[in-house]
């Protein structure tokens, strides 16, 4: 009795993907990890040593421990808290955020002034903010999706203009 099934083998899938197509990205790409400054660095450190330092007239070693303690327990708390900035495979992400780039218009790259003003008196409340206080610079993008009610995105770097390279913009020339 002939099978009903059909052979793999010659069965031809139509309109399949390439895999090539599917993983290629889509952009130069750009990874950039928010981390704290060297004051923030030495705060986390300098309130290790104080915490330590307050133990000490009850015993040393417990002083110690706590010192050691406090610093490791800062250090992790910094480094998991800081947010990554990358464009990978035509997807912005800034911390938890992720955006198709083909919904943004035209990046800019924003000095410590224009942040200044951006988040001041001209910020619009809806906006999507991933912003490090430490970080003077930043890039603002447009969204142009009507259906998303974010008018912009405001991103900390350290590197305005590779991200806005990697957006698809035109970097600023110094």
Not at 53 to 74: E, H, N, S, W
Not at 78 to 95: F, I, K, Q, S, Y
Not at 102 to 113: G, K, M, T, V
């Amino acid at each position: 009795m002939p099978s009903t099934t059909p052979d793999p083998a010659t069965t031809a899938v139509p309109h399949a993907p390439s895999p090539r197509t599917t993983t290629a990205p889509t952009g130069p790409g750009f990874r950039e990890r928010l981390w704290l400054g060297p004051v923030g660095w030495g705060g986390v450190v300098a309130f290790a040593v104080v915490l330590g330092v307050a133990f000490v007239p009850v015993d040393g070693r417990l002083a110690l421990g706590v010192g050691v303690v406090a610093l490791l327990l800062g250090l992790a708390g910094a480094v998991l808290t800081a947010p990554r900035v990358e464009v990978v495979d035509g997807t912005l992400h800034a911390g938890a955020a992720r955006i198709p780039v083909a919904l943004l218009a035209e990046p800019r790259a924003l000095d410590r002034a224009a942040l200044r003003t951006e988040l001041g008196p001209a910020l619009d409340a809806r906006a999507h903010a991933c912003l490090r206080a430490f970080i003077g610079t930043a890039v603002r993008v447009e969204v142009r999706d009507p259906q998303d009610p974010t008018p912009y995105w405001i991103v900390s770097t350290r590197r305005p203009d590779a991200l806005v390279a990697a957006l698809g913009g035109t970097p600023a020339t110094s």
